[in-house]
């Protein structure tokens, strides 16, 4: 006999195991196919943790290394690459049997395989020995997200032409290192090899880093990584990469024509990521994809058949866990009848380099393209006591608010731990906030988030500290 279910998610990323426990939450009969072995998605097993958890832990290698200048001697600072790894993977291991335990704990029923239609109604689900089963389901929700696009002719073979699964497991620290595209998934990465010992190149076609980040963030940004290390070689068309001896030669030609060559040993193309839609076999349920070929929804992420479903990066819009997250509950609660809702307007997103980068909300450059009058509120960590006790002044907070009403627009920051205060103007830009609603917000005494307070102050031109 067929098992049937009332919801099946296919991808138990974070968009597909969030949407299978809400979706179970509100009492109905689902299960979650994930064909990885690990539940957790790209975000879990080769993305947000394992990248945060190198970030993190050659952040602490490059502070250790220059202790002895702030008074503490500590010896010899030694690299153990292997343990490193092995510590991040404990990460992993520990957060995806976390998410299994989650599944379980909300009686969500778990299948391993890789789902495919057989009908509008019908899953086959296919396990790593080849073995076929089928399901039913009322529901379908498509989670099966994306996998990272590499340029023609150049295969990854993750050791020297590595997508940034490579480059989180890299045995030893290469000598030079070329990042093909100053995304943020490129200048992260980046970050961890270059703090690592590597000579970090990063190869970039437009004439700023973080395409849509706003742009005096974007070039301070850039500033402050050259300053660690980083080189850039702007407005730069890869033309081919191709292997030889030593690692790699990259060609590419810049914006006057003239052709220029690097040679590395390892080198990352991180381009972008493609939607996973391949294997589900959507044309035998007709399932209409767009032009960049994610699945097509409307705003409720119906697709174009009434039962089934799609979220995350599979679809439109910014390709982060949290934006997948917040599509599965709504989704979810779409189904049971409730009035699931996604505010695209207040989607943060964070860069996790040293500094932080955190943006939310319209840039300038969007604003000025819509039309809308708007004031800014400037103020830079230099004059933030806390940023100053602890000799971590890079940055700055920039608020956004509309000239005539002082709403928040948008707020774009670059500094100490900005990745967490960004929740705080995300909240404001929930409840509709006003700049002066931020600025006569009591914040803690010595604390970075006065320097959101303090910029929140400046809108008005009345910041106390600058
Ligand atoms: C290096 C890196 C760092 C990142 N850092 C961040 C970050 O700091 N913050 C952030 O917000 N985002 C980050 N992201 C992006 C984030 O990982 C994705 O946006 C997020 O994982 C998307 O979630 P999802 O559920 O849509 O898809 P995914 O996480 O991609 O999950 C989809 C799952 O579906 C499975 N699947 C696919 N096809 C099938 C099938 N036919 N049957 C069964 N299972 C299937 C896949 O195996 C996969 O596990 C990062 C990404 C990378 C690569």
Redesign the pocket.
């Known amino acids: 006999m067929v098992d049937k279910f009332q919801a099946v998610v ?9 949407c299978a426990i809400r979706l179970a939450q509100l009492g109905l009969k689902t299960a979650l ?4 072995g ?15 958890s190198l970030l993190n832990l050659s952040e602490e290698y490059r502070k250790a290394k220059n202790l002895s200048s702030k008074g503490i001697e500590i010896g010899k600072i030694k690299l153990n690459l292997s343990k490193m790894m092995k510590n991040k993977d404990k990460a992993v291991t520990i957060l995806t049997k976390g998410v299994e335990f989650l599944l379980k704990k909300n009686k969500v029923t778990y299948l391993k ?4 239609f057989k009908s509008k109604n019908e899953i086959k ?1 296919k396990d790593n020995q080849n073995n076929e089963t089928s399901i039913q389901a009322d529901n379908i929700i498509i ?6 696009v590499t340029l023609k002719g150049a295969e990854f073979d993750e050791k020297i032409i590595v ?3 490579g ?2 497991k890299l045995e030893q620290v290469p000598k030079k290192m070329l990042v093909v595209g100053g995304g ?2 490129g200048l ?2 980046g970050s961890v090899w270059s703090r690592l010992g590597a000579e970090v190149h990063v190869i970039e076609f437009l004439d700023h880093i973080t395409p849509g980040m706003d742009k005096e963030i974007s070039n301070e940004f850039m500033k402050i990584l050259k300053k660690q290390g980083i080189i850039f070689h702007m407005q730069h068309k890869v033309e081919k990469i191709k292997k030889n001896k030593l690692g790699a030669i990259v060609f590419t030609i810049d914006k006057e024509g003239n052709k220029k060559d690097f040679e590395s040993d390892v080198v990352l193309i ?1 381009v972008g ?1 493609k939607p ?1 839609t ?3 076999n959507l044309e035998k349920v007709g399932i209409d994809l767009d032009e960049k070929n994610r699945v097509k929804t409307d705003k409720n992420f119906r697709t174009n058949q009434d039962n089934i479903y799609a ?5 439109s819009g ?8 917040d ?2 509950i709504a989704v979810a609660e779409n189904i049971a009848g409730q009035s699931g809702h996604v505010n695209y307007d207040t989607i943060p ?4 380099t040293t500094p932080e980068v955190a943006s939310i909300g319209k840039t300038e450059e969007q604003l000025k393209d819509l039309n809308i009058k708007y004031k800014i509120g400037k103020f830079s960590f230099m004059a933030n006591s806390r940023a100053k006790a602890i000799d971590d002044g890079e940055g700055f907070v920039k608020i956004l608010a509309d000239e005539k009403t002082d709403k928040v627009l948008g707020a774009h920051l670059i500094g100490p731990h900005v990745g967490e205060l960004i929740a705080e103007i995300g909240v404001a830009m929930e409840f509709g906030a006003s700049s002066e609603d931020i600025a006569r917000t009591c914040h803690a005494h010595p604390t970075f988030s006065e320097a959101v307070k303090e910029a929140a102050l400046s809108v008005d031109k009345r910041a106390i500290h600058s």
Do not use: F, W
């Open positions: 296919i991808g138990g990323g974070p968009g597909g195991y969030v196919i994930e064909s990885r690990s539940l957790g998605g790209t975000c879990l097993n080769v993305g947000c943790i394992p990248s945060k395989g890789t789902g495919s689900i989670a099966t997200g994306s996998d990272s997508s940034s699964t480059a989180l943020y998934i992260e990465m991180s990521r996973n391949n294997g589900l979220i995350g990066d599979v679809i910014p390709m982060l866990a949290h934006k997948a997250e599509e599965g997103g964070v860069i996790y």
